[in-house]
C-alpha cells in the first residue's frame, strides 16, 4: 500500500468493513444477542405472551418457585408411654407430610412442596421436597441422560472410526451407511422408532423373542417409566452416532503414520499401539467430541415431544421440554425464559469446566 | 469453540493406515462380517420404513413379528402415498420446507461469506472485536433462546402486502429472518478466507478494484468448497427443524413438513400413510447425501460444534 494514502485508505477500509459485516452481525445482534439477554430480564418478571396486566418486577420469583427444595427430617411418632407408635403394617408411623406443607404460617419453608423422593434414616424418615416437582425431575432425568449418553456414544463413536480407519476395499461405503442416520430429521427418526419399541407388534420385541427362542416377556419400551428414558437414549445414540464418528476420524488422521511404524519396529501389538500411540494424539479430539455431545444431550427436545410428552409418571421430562411446555403452550414466557437461562448456566458450566480440564492437561 | 479449529480440514476424509500389513483370509472375512453386522443395524430402521410405506397397515403391522418388516412382499402398492396426499396438504408442506430452506441458505451464505470477507481481509476499527463476540455466540444453544425470541417475533413490525402489522407469527419470514444469522457460517467462511493467498487480494487492488468486485470476482470464484460445507451444514439444520417451526406456525398455509408430520400421528393412526409421508420428506435427503457423500462428511468433519 503508498504510505500517502495510508490514513485514507484506512478510513475507507473501515467504511467497506463496516456495511459488509453490518447486515450479517446485525441480524446476530437482533435475533440472538437480544434475545438472549431480553431471557436474562424476562426471568425476572411475571411476562406473559398475551396478558391483559401490565409486566411487573418479581425479583427472584420465577428461581424460587422453580428450583425452591428442602429436606424434611421426620421422627415417628410416639405414643404417650413414650414408644413409637406402629401403624396397622407394623411399620413406625409418621407425622403427614401435609401438616408442614400446607400451612403458610408455621412452616413457610415447605408450603406447597411436594415430595420428591424419601428413604430411611435411623428410625427417622428424611423427606426431600421440592416445590416444582415436575421441573425438577426434568433437570434429574436430562441430567441423567447428558452423564450416560456422554460416555456411550462417544466411546461408540470411537470404535466405529476405528472400524471405518482400516484399509479395506469397499470401506467408504461403509462409512457412508454409518453416517446416513445423521442426515435424516430426529423427528422422523423419533416416530419411526416408535414402531421399533412397541409393546405389542414392536419390532425390538420381536427380535429379542426371536433370540431367545420365545422366552423374552414383550415390554412396552416407552410406556415403562423404568425404560422409557433409556430407550430414548439408545435412539438418539443410533442417530447420533456417525456424526462424531466421523470427528473422531478425523482427530485419527492427524496421527502420523510414522508413529505406528516405528512403534511396529519396537514390536507392539494392536492394544498398546491404540494405547500408546492412538489415545494419546486423540485426547483434543476427545474433549471437542464430549463437549459437543453434552451441548447436544442438554437441548433434549424432540424425542421426547414425538414419543412420549414426558411421561410415563415424568420419567422423560426434561429441561427444553419444560421450556416449551411453559413458555410456549402455557404461553408463561417468564417462566419458560427462566428456565431456559437455568440451561445456559448448566451449558456454560459445563462447557467451561470442560476447557479448563484440558487447559491443565496440555499445560 | 478454539478446539473446533483442530479438526477444520476441508480436504474429504480419507482412510490412514492403522496396521501396515493388510488382512487377509479369516481375519479379513472376520472384518467385513463386522463392518456388515453394524451396517444392518443402521440400515435396518431404514429399509423398513421404505418397504412398510409400500403395504396396506394391517399387513404392515402384521408383517413387524418376522423378516418379512424389510421385505417387499404381500400387498404392494403406492397406495399410502396416494392416501398420504389426501389425508394432508402434503404438496404445500414440501413446498414451505423446500422455500423456506431455500432462501435461508441462500441469504445466509451471501451475508454470512460477506460478512466474513470483512473480517478476514478488511482492517476496521472494532473487528476484532465484533469477531469475538460472533464467535461467542456459538456457544449459545438455540434452545435457551427459543422462548424470549417468541415473544420478541410477536412484538415485531412488518410492512407487507397487508400494510403494517405487529407480530411474525404464522409468516415465512418468522421461520427464514432469524435463521440468516449463523456464527458458525462466518466461522466456517473465515477460516477458509485466511487460508487464501493475500497476494490475491493485493494485486486486485493494484488493479483499482473495489471491496465489493473483490469479494464477487476473485473471492467468491475460489471459494467453491467452504460455499458446499456451509451450504449442506446449514440445509440440513433448516430442513431438519422441528421446535421452532412448531412455535411459530399454527396455521397449516406456513408448516414445514416435520411439523406437518403432526396430521400422521393423531388418534388413529394410519400407519401406512405415516411411513408414506415419512419417505417422501426422507429420501429426497438420502438421495442428495448418498450422491454428494463425500461433501457431506466433509463438511460435518470440518466443523465439530453444532448439529
Not at chain 1, 412397541?198 to 414383550?218: T, V
Not at chain 1, 443410533?238 to 464418528?245: A, K, L, N, R
Not at chain 1, 413458555?327 to 437461562?341: F, K, L, P, R, W
Request: contains cysteine.
Amino acid at each position: 500500500m503508498a504510505g500517502g494514502s495510508r490514513s485514507q485508505a484506512l478510513t475507507r477500509q473501515n467504511a467497506a468493513g463496516w456495511l459488509m459485516a453490518l447486515p450479517m452481525v446485525g441480524l446476530l445482534f437482533l435475533f440472538l444477542v437480544v434475545p438472549f439477554f431480553l431471557g436474562f430480564v424476562l426471568s425476572f418478571t411475571n411476562q406473559r405472551l398475551v396478558s391483559p396486566n401490565p409486566t411487573t418486577f418479581v425479583g427472584t420469583a420465577n428461581f424460587e418457585q422453580l428450583l425452591g427444595m428442602g429436606v424434611l427430617v421426620l421422627s415417628p411418632e410416639k405414643e404417650d408411654s413414650g414408644a413409637a407408635k406402629v401403624g396397622t403394617d407394623g411399620q413406625p408411623s409418621y407425622p403427614s407430610l401435609r401438616s408442614f406443607t400446607r400451612s403458610q404460617d408455621k412452616y413457610p419453608q415447605y408450603y406447597g412442596m411436594k415430595e420428591l423422593f424419601a428413604f430411611g434414616w435411623g428410625e427417622s424418615r428424611v423427606e426431600v421436597l421440592a416445590r416444582d416437582l415436575v421441573f425438577v425431575k426434568a433437570i434429574l432425568n436430562t441430567c441423567a441422560f447428558v452423564i450416560v449418553v456422554a460416555p456411550v456414544q462417544a466411546g461408540l463413536a470411537l470404535l466405529l472410526a476405528l472400524l471405518i480407519n482400516q484399509k479395506l476395499r469397499g470401506i467408504n461405503i461403509f462409512r457412508a451407511i454409518y453416517f446416513m442416520p445423521v442426515v435424516i430429521s430426529i423427528v422422523v427418526v423419533a416416530l419411526l422408532w416408535r414402531f421399533i419399541y412397541d409393546g405389542k407388534d414392536g419390532l425390538l420385541n420381536s427380535l429379542l423373542c426371536f433370540i431367545s427362542f420365545g422366552a423374552f416377556k414383550p415390554i412396552d419400551w416407552l410406556g415403562l417409566p423404568q425404560t422409557a428414558l433409556w430407550s430414548i437414549l439408545a435412539m438418539s445414540v443410533w442417530q447420533g452416532v456417525g456424526f462424531h464418528m466421523v470427528i473422531w476420524l478425523a482427530g485419527l488422521q492427524t496421527i502420523p503414520v510414522s508413529l505406528y511404524e516405528a512403534a511396529t519396529i519396537d514390536g507392539a501389538n494392536s492394544w498398546q499401539k491404540f494405547r500408546f500411540v492412538t489415545w494419546p494424539g486423540l485426547r483434543n479430539t476427545a474433549v471437542l467430541i464430549l463437549i459437543v455431545i453434552t451441548m447436544q444431550a442438554f437441548s433434549l427436545f424432540p424425542q421426547v415431544d414425538v414419543m412420549t410428552k414426558g411421561g410415563p409418571l415424568d420419567s422423560t421430562q426434561s429441561i427444553v421440554f419444560q421450556a416449551v411446555q411453559r413458555g410456549y403452550v402455557q404461553q408463561d414466557i417468564a417462566t419458560g425464559s427462566a428456565i431456559s437461562v437455568i440451561l445456559f448456566v448448566i451449558v456454560l458450566a459445563i462447557s467451561l469446566t470442560q476447557r479448563w480440564l484440558t487447559r491443565e492437561r496440555t499445560a | 469453540m478454539t478446539t473446533t479449529t483442530t479438526t477444520a480440514a476441508i480436504a474429504p476424509v480419507r482412510p490412514a493406515t492403522l496396521s501396515l500389513n493388510r488382512p487377509h483370509g479369516i481375519g479379513l472375512v472376520l472384518r467385513y462380517a463386522l463392518l456388515i453386522v453394524v451396517a444392518l443395524v443402521f440400515v435396518f430402521p431404514i429399509v423398513f420404513m421404505l418397504m412398510s410405506s409400500l403395504k396396506p397397515s394391517e399387513q404392515l403391522l402384521a408383517d413387524t413379528s418376522s423378516l418379512r418388516a424389510v421385505l417387499p412382499v404381500g400387498n404392494i402398492s403406492l397406495d399410502n402415498y396416494f392416501s398420504a396426499f389426501r389425508t394432508a396438504p402434503v404438496a404445500l408442506f414440501v413446498f414451505n420446507s423446500v422455500f423456506v430452506t431455500g432462501v435461508t441458505v441462500v441469504l445466509s451464505l451471501f451475508l454470512g461469506s460477506l460478512a466474513a470477507f470483512s473480517f478476514a481481509f478488511l482492517h476496521w476499527r472494532g473487528r476484532d472485536l465484533v469477531f469475538s463476540l460472533v464467535l461467542a455466540t456459538l456457544i449459545v444453544p438455540f434452545e435457551t433462546i427459543a422462548i424470549p425470541l417468541l415473544l420478541e417475533v410477536n412484538s415485531l413490525p412488518m410492512i407487507g402486502a397487508q400494510g403494517f402489522t405487529i407480530g411474525w407469527l404464522n409468516t415465512y419470514h418468522v421461520q427464514i429472518v432469524p435463521w440468516i444469522a449463523d456464527g458458525l457460517t462466518i466461522f466456517l467462511f473465515v477460516q477458509y478466507f485466511r487460508d487464501l493467498p493475500f497476494e490475491l487480494i493485493e494485486a486486485a487492488r493494484i488493479d483499482g478494484a473495489g471491496w465489493f468486485t473483490i469479494y464477487r470476482r476473485v473471492i467468491m470464484p475460489i471459494s467453491g468448497p467452504v460455499l458446499a460445507t456451509a451450504a449442506i451444514l446449514k440445509f440440513l439444520a433448516m430442513y431438519n427443524q422441528y421446535l421452532w417451526p412448531l412455535m411459530v406456525t399454527q396455521a397449516e398455509q406456513y408448516r414445514p413438513v416435520m411439523v406437518g408430520l403432526q396430521y400422521f400421528f393423531q388418534l388413529n393412526v394410519a400407519w401406512g400413510d405415516m411411513m408414506a409421508y415419512l419417505s417422501i420428506i426422507t429420501v429426497p435427503v438420502l438421495a442428495f447425501y448418498l450422491l454428494l457423500q463425500r461433501a457431506f462428511i466433509s463438511s460435518i468433519a470440518s466443523t465439530g460444534i453444532k448439529g
